[in-house]
C-alpha cells in the first residue's frame, strides 16, 4: 500500500514529518511512504538514508497556516497538500496524511480528491478526549456548517463503520448531540434525524448530551459541525479555565507550592487525559479517498501514529465498505 | 410594587422559598410579595408573622418537575405558578418569581402572561458565570430551539437593554456565539445575524468562541438556544468532570490527602466560580411582563436575590423600554 504524507504541512514540518515518515518506514517495510514537498527541504533531512519504501515527490508550493483555504488550493496547484491529493485521486496512493491548514485540507479532499458518489458533505470526525482514554469518535467537527439530517444520517453511518475497520468495534454505539436525552428533544434538524437514526442500520443509542460525552456514553458522536465545534470549544476552554486557575492558586504560598508538588503529575495526566491533541488524526469522512488530518502540532510519534491508523484503514478497505453502505440501497 | 412569587416550585418549595419572601419582605418594605400557592402549606411556615406587605394568593394545584409543560399549563388552570402569571398578564403583580418546572415556566410566560407585541421568540436569558465573577448574560439558553437571524437580533436588544436597565452597564458588549472570530464564520444563520447585528442600535464586538466566554469576552452573549444549550452543558460537562477527577487523585494518598487538605478552600471557590446556579434567577425576556426563572435548587437567599433583581428590572421599567426599543421603529 502507498501512503502519501505531506511533508511541508503542520508546526514542525519538514523536521518531525520527515523522521516521522522514515520512522513509519522502518516499522513497516510494506507501507511505501510518499513524501510529497521541496525535495531540497527534504533530502538533507534524510541524511543519506534512502530506505526502499520511501520516496519524495517533489512539490514547489506550500499552503501556509493563514491562507484562504479554497483559493489557496485552486491556484497552488503546485502545493504539497494538493499534490498528495492528487497522488489520491489518481490511484497512485491509497491514502493521504497533513498537518498543514484544515480548512485547505478540507478544500483538497473536496475538490482534489472528490466527493465519494452519494456523500451529500464530507465530514471531520477527529476522536474526543474521553476519561477513560478510549475516545469517541465525533462527527462533524467543522467541515460542514449547514448540515441537514440526511447529512447526521451519513455521517453515523460513517462512523459507525470507522469505529469497526479501524478500531475494530463490534457494534459501535452511535448517540445523537443533543439539548436532552428524550426522543422528541432539540431542534428541527435533530428530531428529524433522530427518526432517520432509528432505521438506519447502526447500533443507535438515542440522544447524548455534551456533559455526558467525557464518560463515553457512546462510541461515534453525531452532530452538525456548528454545534460540535461550540461544544469542542466550550470544552477546552473550560478545561483551559479550570487549569490555569489551578496553577494560579498553586502558587499562592510556600503551602499551596508544596500541595502543588505533590499533586504536579496527576494534574499533568488528568491535562494530557483532556486533550483531544493527543487523540491521533481526523479522518475527513465521505471522500473518494482516504485523508486524514494530523494535529498541526504533529510531531514523529503523531505521524507514526497517523501511518498506522491509515494503514488499518487501507487493510479494513474502509473506504470500500462505506461506498458499498451508502450506495448499496 | 407588587411580585408574585410561585411558593410551590423548586426543590425546596414551599419552606425556603416562603422564609425567602418573608426575609424580602423585611427588607423592602415598599415591595409587596404575592405568595402564590396553597394557603394550608404557607400559613403554617410564616409561624404567626403577618408582615403587611406580604399575602397570600391561594392556588389549588402545583405543577411537577415530571409534568409535561404545555400540557401541564393548558389543564392545571389552578396551578401556583400558572395563577402567578395570571397576576402578571392582569397587572395585578409587576413581575413573577418560580423556581419550578422550566419548560412549564417558559409555557406560562407565552401562554398566559404572553409574548411582547413585535417579538417573535421570547428567550430565556441565564447569567454564565465568568472567571472574574461578573458573568455574561447569554440567551436564548433553550426557550427556542430553531432560532431565525431576527431572533438572533431581538435577543441581542433584550439583552442589552437587561444588562444596562438591570446591572447599570452603560455600554454592554454584545457578542455572537460562533466558531471562529473572523466575521465570515459561521453557518447560514449566524452569517446573517452577523450583519443584522452590525446595523443594530447596540454596541456589537463581532463574533465570539466558547472558549473565551470564562474569561468574559463581551457582556451579552448571543445565540440560539440549541447551540448556547450545547455550550452550557459543554462547560459543566468539562468542570464536573475535572473536579471529580481531582476528588479522586486527591484521595488517592496520605500525602495527596495533605494537598487536598492545603488546596480545599481554593478548590471550593473555583467550583463555585464555574457554577452556573450560583448567579441568581434567569429572565425570560420578550414577554407582556417580566418572568424570572430562579434555580430549582433556590434557597432562601437565592429567592432575596431573585427578588432584588426583579425591583431593579421593575424601578428601571425594563419591559417598557425593551417594547420601546422593539416597537418603536
Chains 1, 2 share one sequence.
Not at 100 to 115: I, Q, S
Request: hydrophobic content about 45%; some cysteine.
Amino acid at each position: 500500500m502507498r501512503i502519501a504524507i505531506d511533508a511541508m504541512g503542520g508546526d514542525h514540518a519538514p523536521g518531525l514529518i520527515v523522521q516521522g515518515a522514515l520512522e513509519a518506514a522502518a516499522q513497516w517495510p510494506d507501507t511505501e511512504l510518499l513524501l510529497v514537498g521541496d525535495t531540497a527541504a527534504i533530502e538533507p533531512l534524510m541524511k543519506g538514508a534512502k530506505p526502499a519504501n520511501v520516496t519524495i515527490c517533489h512539490a514547489d508550493e506550500v499552503i501556509g497556516a493563514d491562507d484562504e483555504p479554497v483559493r489557496a488550493v485552486r491556484r497552488k496547484k503546485g502545493a504539497s497538500m494538493v499534490v498528495a491529493g492528487q497522488l489520491v485521486r489518481e490511484n497512485q496512493a491509497d491514502a493521504m496524511l497533513s498537518a498543514g491548514n484544515t480548512g485547505a485540507l478540507m478544500a483538497t479532499g473536496l475538490l482534489v480528491v472528490g466527493r465519494m458518489e452519494g456523500i451529500e458533505r464530507p465530514a471531520l470526525a477527529p476522536m474526543m478526549p474521553t476519561m477513560d482514554d478510549v475516545g469517541v469518535l465525533a462527527l462533524d467537527l467543522g467541515a460542514n456548517m449547514d448540515a441537514k439530517a440526511e447529512h447526521l444520517l451519513q455521517y453515523a453511518i460513517m462512523g459507525s463503520i470507522y469505529r469497526a475497520k479501524v478500531h475494530g468495534l463490534e457494534k459501535p454505539r452511535v448517540g445523537l448531540l443533543n439539548v436532552g436525552t428524550e426522543a422528541k428533544k432539540g431542534n428541527e434538524i435533530t428530531k428529524e434525524a433522530f427518526d432517520l437514526l432509528e432505521q438506519a442500520p447502526i447500533h443507535f443509542i438515542g440522544n447524548v448530551e455534551a456533559r455526558d460525552v467525557l464518560t463515553r456514553n457512546c462510541d461515534v458522536l453525531v452532530c452538525d459541525g456548528f454545534a460540535g465545534n461550540i461544544m469542542l470549544k466550550a470544552m477546552e476552554g473550560a478545561a483551559g479555565t479550570i487549569f490555569s486557575s489551578l496553577k494560579d492558586a498553586f502558587g499562592q504560598s510556600l503551602l499551596t507550592k508544596l500541595a502543588a508538588a505533590i499533586m504536579l503529575p496527576k494534574l499533568r495526566t488528568l491535562k494530557k487525559k483532556m486533550d483531544y491533541k493527543e487523540h491521533g488524526g481526523a479522518p475527513l469522512l465521505g471522500l473518494n479517498g482516504l485523508v486524514v488530518k494530523c494535529h498541526g502540532s504533529s510531531d514523529v510519534v503523531a505521524v507514526k501514529n497517523a501511518v498506522r491508523q491509515a494503514r488499518i484503514a487501507i487493510q479494513g478497505q474502509l473506504i470500500e465498505s462505506i461506498a458499498a453502505e451508502i450506495n448499496g440501497k
